[in-house]
């Protein structure tokens, strides 16, 4: 049977078919839909779990007992997993480990571009990409074969274009492979220096028997046609490839770590002349002149964002690109949502002019006009070390500087950050923007939600009580649509000599389903002072000045009515 996937679907599809029992990740975009549709097969154990560090350590724990698991994440949070990926490519498998990271070339949905190739060459573990969803559910499950033969983990690397296509794939039945048992081994399993130091000469050994054996590999293929160009490509760009160029003759690679070298030289003997194709970093490039084959790649694409079969005519066959029309259209930015808890929040950090370092969350459109309240962004959880950093360069900052963090990521990574804050004698204040959801990457739920990945009720993680086990001794709720509220308490806390925590509890509004009183609006009442457009909700419209409500778009949160002097945007 055949259905129309996703690549992540498919990727999840193949770890079901494969006989996994245990999958983990951290949502993140592109690569969340892999384990919502692994939570969809009763067979596998399924967890959102706190951040990708503990996902991937919970998934060798699993591994090292005998089942087959999956890992995913998205390139970002591979930097946050890195530390157990290292150190599990020295430990070795058991039951086969399947990790699943999927990159952002363009940055649709990230702060960065990041090349995850260059953790399976550091981490010394094989890589495969598949360029289509049904290639996803094929090289994932062979990833869980090539695990367990050679004793390591396996990356399938994916990015946004195949993570979020769609293509037909061929449907299989599930596969229980034999059943394995954990056997203690402390020279296998405990890396103490004396017993990695072993284990890393096991290393060696492992990627000379894969690097010969990807040689014979039939996912790395060869098809010969006219051999005056031939191209080196993988993932998604061997599609653009044979959009571009269906007559030139293609090695396309399915294993990119190690390489087929055998296979590559082979290649480059038959074809005039050589190129690489590849999106982002030069990996396959720079290893195909190492071994001395003349080939051309980055001197003629570029080292950042994505491909396209258009810009690879361009390069290659010299047609230029369709222009894109150049209308006069209006910008249309990422705003929040109507009705979102945040929107509350910015506008009083900005009528307060305070320094606000922030995080990754729907909360980090606070940055963009007409808000305008957000100062930086980093990374997970950085926004709380990075008060307290400012605090402690300039001691006048302390009161004028705020963290701002979502339930979510103050969980995955913000705890430690508040425990430096209170250890280290710091006044930081710092925002809580609890919505009750993992609302960027589309409402997943997390520890401090109260139901799992399945919507089973668990126990969920009292906020409150957390920070003032850190040792904070003011910790505040507020909802954020009383505003004034707001500001009393933003105004006392950071004005403390003591750090406090604030957590402004609102739930997303795509989940609360509260009933609400339509908002009466009233034009002839409205004194075109604007300071409702402050609040940037794409609701209220500006018609020559005044304020008119879009009933299509508002969500009658009622925000509007609380700034509103002139009671021109009154609740019925």
């Known amino acids: ?18 006989g996994a029992t245990v999958a983990t990740a951290y949502p993140g975009t592109p690569s969340t839909e892999v384990t919502e549709a692994a939570a969809k097969y009763d067979e596998i154990y399924c ?25 995913s994440m998205k390139h970002v949070g591979l930097n946050v997993a890195a530390d157990p990926l290292y150190t599990a490519a020295y430990t070795g498998v058991n039951g086969g480990l399947v990790i699943l990271v999927a990159d952002d070339p363009g940055m649709h949905s990230s702060q960065n571009e990041q090349d995850s190739r260059n953790h399976a ?38 990015t946004t274009r195949v993570a979020h296509s769609r293509s037909l794939v061929e449907i299989g039945q599930r596969v229980m492979p034999e059943k394995r048992t954990f056997n203690k081994d402390i020279e296998k399993y405990v890396m103490m220096p004396a017993m990695a130091r072993k284990r890393r000469v096991n290393i060696e050994l492992r990627e000379k028997a894969l690097r010969e054996d990807a040689d014979l590999l039939d996912i790395n293929t060869m098809e010969l046609k006219d051999l005056a160009c031939g191209i080196i490509c993988s993932d998604v760009v061997y599609r653009y490839v044979r959009e571009a160029l269906p007559d030139a003759s293609v090695l396309k690679l399915g294993m990119v770590h190690p390489l087929p070298e055998k296979l590559i030289a082979e290649f480059a003997q038959k074809v ?21 084959i003349k080939c051309i790649g980055k001197e003629l694409f570029p080292a950042y964002g994505e491909l396209s079969a258009g810009l690879i005519a361009e390069k290659l066959l010299g047609i230029p690109r369709k222009a894109v029309p150049e209308a006069d259209l209006p910008q249309r930015p990422p705003v929040l949502c109507p009705g979102c808890p945040h929107r509350a929040v910015f506008r009083v950090l900005n009528k307060l002019k305070l320094n606000v370092m922030g995080d990754i969350g729907c909360y980090t459109l606070g940055a963009l006009p007409p808000l305008s309240a957000m100062d930086a962004c980093v990374c997970m959880g950085a926004s709380i070390g990075m008060a307290l950093g400012m605090e402690k360069a300039d001691s006048t900052l302390a009161s004028k500087t705020v963290a701002v963090i979502g339930d979510s990521t103050f969980i995955h990574s913000g705890i430690t950050g508040l425990a430096d804050i209170v250890y280290n004698k710091g006044q930081s204040t710092v925002l809580i923007l609890d919505n009750s959801i993992t609302g960027m990457t589309g409402h997943q739920h997390n520890p401090a939600t109260g139901y799992t990945i399945k919507m089973e009720p668990t126990r969920a993680v009292d906020l409150e009580a957390l920070a003032r086990a850190l040792g904070v001794e003011h910790v505040r709720v507020v909802d954020p649509f009383n505003m004034s509220e707001l500001e009393k308490i933003l105004r006392e806390e950071t004005a403390r000599p003591d750090p406090s925590v604030i957590i402004a509890r609102r739930p997303c509004a795509l989940i609360d389903k509260r009933e609400r009183k339509p908002i009466d609006f009233m034009p002839e009442k409205c004194k075109k002072c604007g300071l409702c457009f402050k609040l940037g909700c794409p609701a209220i419209e500006n018609v020559d000045g005044v304020a008119v409500v879009n009933t299509e778009l508002c969500n009658y949160c009622g925000l509007c009515s609380g700034v509103c002097k002139f009671g021109a945007l009154g609740v019925e």
């Open 1 to 18: 049977m055949k259905k129309l996937l996703l690549g992540n679907e498919a990727v999840a599809r193949g770890a079901y078919e494969a």
């Open 47 to 71: 967890e959102w779990s706190p951040n990708e560090k503990v996902a991937l350590e919970v998934a060798i724990g699993a591994s090292f007992a005998g089942a087959r698991a999956l890992c």
């Open 121 to 158: 060459y550091g981490a010394h573990v094989p890589l495969l990409e598949p360029s289509d969803s049904a290639e996803s559910l094929a090289y994932t499950k062979l990833a869980f074969e090539i695990s367990e033969k050679y004793d390591t983990p396996v990356i399938v690397r994916m």
């Open 272 to 292: 005039k002349k050589l190129y690489v194709i590849e999106e982002l970093d030069p990996f396959i490039e720079t290893r195909v002149k190492a071994m001395g």
